[in-house]
């Protein structure tokens, strides 16, 4: 699986996006960009996966450059239970192989 | 929505007994995991098990670790002599074919 680079940690005020980057630059064709989230201490969980289109859910949007090199998770109107560490993990989709977790990006939103 | 259950959420032990973690996974999924994470550190993958077998595991899951499907529903993690550096918030996952892995709890393993 490709490496991922995040920031260690970000800010964002309550309401407003948060736009969360992740470097991935040595991502191969078949390799898609995968999003988790982890809430103090709970299990992580699985917010969204694109390979190079952008992709919406319910919970954020995933845009993915055109080099797909890099890729932004948006959470369009942050609350204060968005606040988390997100990891951005890359790996062959439909592949069931254990996830690499980093050190992924504190987000702390703030009233 | 159907969810990964763990039971305990938090078991206290001394340093040599055994333990037993509990999860139920989601009923439908085929592929089922456990990672730990020791405080402030990394979540980090110990075993994955499909179709009655270990499919993968890592450095960490030695001799002392097993894993069982003793039903259809539970998945269950056993230490048989725990250690102090066993002490780690104990995460199950299941998954399907399409590879998102949905996690439980957690259980908090405190070794005395």
């Known amino acids: 699986d490709a490496k991922t680079t995040q920031p260690p940690s970000m800010d964002c005020a309550e309401g407003r996006a948060a736009n969360l980057p992740c470097n991935h630059s040595?991502?191969?064709?078949?390799?898609?960009v995968y999003w988790y989230r982890q809430i103090h201490s709970q299990g992580p969980q699985y917010i969204i996966h694109?390979?190079?289109n952008n992709e919406t859910n319910e919970m954020a949007s995933l845009i993915i450059t055109e080099d797909r090199k890099s890729s932004t998770l948006i959470l369009p109107h942050a609350t204060l239970r968005d606040t988390a560490v997100y990891y951005c993990?890359?790996?062959?989709?439909?592949?069931?192989?254990?996830?690499?977790f980093g050190t992924g990006t504190r987000l702390q939103v703030f009233p | 929505e159907p969810e990964v259950t763990q039971t305990p959420s938090h078991q206290v032990t001394q340093m040599g007994q055994e333990v037993i973690l509990r999860c139920v996974p989601i009923?439908?999924?085929?592929?089922f995991y456990w990672y730990r994470q020791i405080l402030g550190q990394k979540v980090e993958f110990l075993v994955s098990?499909?179709?009655?077998?270990?499919?993968?595991k890592s450095e960490i899951f030695d001799d002392q670790f097993s894993v069982e499907r003793p039903d259809g529903s539970n998945f269950t993690l056993k230490i048989r002599s725990t250690k102090l550096e066993d002490s780690a918030m104990y995460f199950c996952?299941?998954?399907?074919?399409?590879?998102?892995?949905?996690f439980g709890p957690g259980t908090r393993l405190t070794v005395l």
């Open positions: 996952a299941s998954g399907g074919e399409v590879g998102e892995q949905f």
């Open positions: 993990i890359v790996r062959v989709a439909y592949n069931t192989d254990k996830l690499i």
């Open positions: 694109g390979l190079k």
């Open positions: 009923s439908n999924h085929l592929y």
């Open positions: 040595t991502i191969s064709g078949n390799e898609y």
């Open positions: 098990f499909y179709n009655n077998e270990i499919s993968e």
